[in-house]
């Protein structure tokens, strides 16, 4: 298994906070893993059920123009990117996995609003499942660096 160890956060109330979060239905059994994950951690940080905004897409390439638009609306203090890319029998894997990347930056960078990462690149359905808690670990790095944008 990956080590997972991504540093240690402070938990902090982030009660107040305005969550987004866009899911890619593709790989399904996965991305709602994903989620709640996701959710969980939200929960943690005290966010209320309210303050979170799921939005579905067909898959992870569409993830990017979604971001692009929550952005734009100013309604968010970060956005979480849930989605699950596993490798086939053809070069689809790379591109997907290329636009998708690119493309979440573009919005980060674009938007000054942080997105979390949690989009999986992985070889197989087997490896996906050992990462369902990189939800988790996406909605902690975007709820983190929103904090630390706001002390700015």
């Known amino acids: 298994m990956q080590n997972t160890n991504n540093g240690i956060f402070k938990d902090f109330d982030a009660s107040g906070y305005r969550l987004g979060i866009v899911v890619a239905q593709f790989n399904k059994d996965i991305t ?10 939200a929960s943690k940080y005290n966010i209320p059920e309210e303050n979170v905004k799921i939005f579905m897409v067909a898959g992870s390439i569409e993830i990017p123009v979604i971001l692009k638009a929550m952005a734009e609306s100013k309604k968010y203090d970060c956005l979480v990117a849930l989605g699950a ?3 086939g029998e053809t070069a689809h894997f ?5 636009v998708v990347s690119e493309g979440i930056l573009r919005v980060q960078l674009d938007s000054g609003i942080p997105v979390g990462f949690g989009i999986l690149t992985c070889e197989n359905v087997a490896q996906a ?20 944008i706001k002390g700015l």
């Open 85 to 87: 890319v596993i490798r």
């Open 129 to 148: 499942k050992v990462r369902i808690n990189f939800g988790a670990n996406a909605t902690e790095a975007a709820l983190q660096s929103a904090k630390l």
């Open 32 to 41: 709602d893993g994903l989620l709640q994950t996701a959710l969980a951690k």
């Open 94 to 98: 790379e591109y997907v996995a290329k």
